[in-house]
């Protein structure tokens, strides 16, 4: 069964450092989307993803972070200059598309738990 | 204010016993999705079951099904027969279309424990 993969599955920076969050949708998906999870507390959406160009971003999705889809499989998230709040569990998903639709399933990565020192 | 309520932060249940998990939903949009998600202690995040604003009947999905009752706000998850690989974090979500684009919001959660 077609999953979205996610790499690094942990990554440890200093504060100030640049990261890269990896992630591969489901191949026939056309959405992509970042969220983040805070030790404890809920999942938080950051940012969608479609057409090559972000559809939605929340607030917490300020000028440190950037998306990116590189080629045709991956979708990255850039954190410019990490902050000790940043740390986080970090979940890609994706969907098939349908953005004039409700009733489009995300499906999440494992996650990239992301502690900043 | 709240998309997403749910009112247990915990709950605990007898293996193969039924559990209900509460969720109520405030939307003003008549077309919207409300989904189950577990987080395992593992972490990642595993799709359960979906209910549309339209679905006349409830889903149904395996041991889980989703008590939908639109008039009250409610998307309720119910799982049978209760198992301990059910222990988990449970969250509901919403996603929502208007004219402003797509919103997925996520509840706080509900820690799910099944007892031997």
């Known amino acids: 069964e077609p999953e979205v993969t996610q790499t690094p599955s942990h990554q440890v920076t200093q504060m100030g450092q640049e990261v890269i969050l990896r992630c591969v949708p489901i191949s026939n998906h056309l959405y992509f989307y970042w969220y983040r999870q805070i030790l404890g507390q809920k999942v938080e959406f950051l940012v969608s993803?479609?057409?090559?160009?972000?559809?939605?971003k929340s607030e917490i999705f300020d000028d440190q972070f950037s998306v990116e889809r590189p080629d045709g499989s991956n979708f990255t998230l850039k954190i410019r200059s990490t902050k000790l709040e940043d740390s986080a569990m970090y979940f890609c998903?994706?969907?098939?598309?349908?953005?004039?639709?409700?009733?489009?399933?995300?499906?999440f990565g494992p996650g990239t738990r992301l502690t900043v020192l | 204010a709240q998309k997403i309520t749910q009112t247990q932060p915990g709950m605990f249940v007898q293996e193969k016993e039924a559990v209900t998990l509460d969720c109520t939903y405030d939307t003003s949009d008549q077309s919207y999705g409300l989904f189950w998600y577990k987080q395992p202690s593992s972490g990642e995040m595993i799709f359960l079951i979906y209910q549309g604003s339209y679905d006349e009947q409830n889903a149904t999905e395996g041991r889980y099904s989703l008590n939908f009752q639109k008039a009250r706000k409610s998307a309720n998850l119910v799982i049978s027969a209760s198992q301990l690989g059910d222990s988990a974090m449970y969250f509901c979500a919403m996603r929502e279309v208007d004219t402003y684009g797509q919103n997925f919001v996520f509840g706080p959660g509900t820690r799910l424990s099944v007892l031997p």
């Open positions: 993803f479609y057409n090559n160009e972000i559809s939605e």
């Open positions: 998903a994706s969907s098939e598309g349908g953005r004039e639709t409700s009733t489009d399933t995300q499906y």
